[in-house]
Nanobody
Framework: QVRLVVSGGGLVQPGWSLRLSCSVS????????LGWYRRAPGKQRELVAR???????DYAGSVKGRFTIFRNNAKNTLYLQMNNLKPEDTAVYYC?????????WGQGTQVTVSA
């Protein structure tokens, strides 16, 4: 079992920044990757960024150069630093932990980018 608790999110103007946090607890040793996903209104959930414990990092093309995923292993926390936010980044953001036989999801947090 893995528990993911998300914090951050909110309403910001275009060009502003936000940082999301995901506190990870439980069976951490078996986690293969940690990532952020989002679901925009009327769209399917999509990968935003993912980091594996082997050191690989993947970003969606739409966020490359603007978003950064990173971990603080001492705090067992995953972060998503989002800079230069755009209205199209508006979505519910989810933290994900991928294990060999299961996926775990944190609660979603709303990010709204609007003038």
């Amino acid at each position: 079992q893995v528990r993911l608790v998300v914090s951050g999110g909110g309403l910001v103007q275009p060009g502003w920044s936000l940082r999301l946090s995901c506190s990870v607890s439980g069976n951490i040793r078996n986690i293969n990757s940690l990532g952020w996903y989002r679901r925009a209104p009327g769209k399917q959930r999509e990968l935003v960024a993912r980091t594996t414990f082997g050191g690989n990092v993947d970003y969606a093309g739409s966020v490359k150069g603007r978003f950064t995923i990173f971990r603080n292993n001492a705090k067992n926390t995953l972060y998503l630093q989002m800079n230069n936010l755009k209205p199209e980044d508006t979505a519910v953001y989810y933290c994900n932990a991928e294990l060999p036989r299961d996926d775990y999801w944190g609660q979603g947090t709303q990010v709204t980018v609007s003038a």
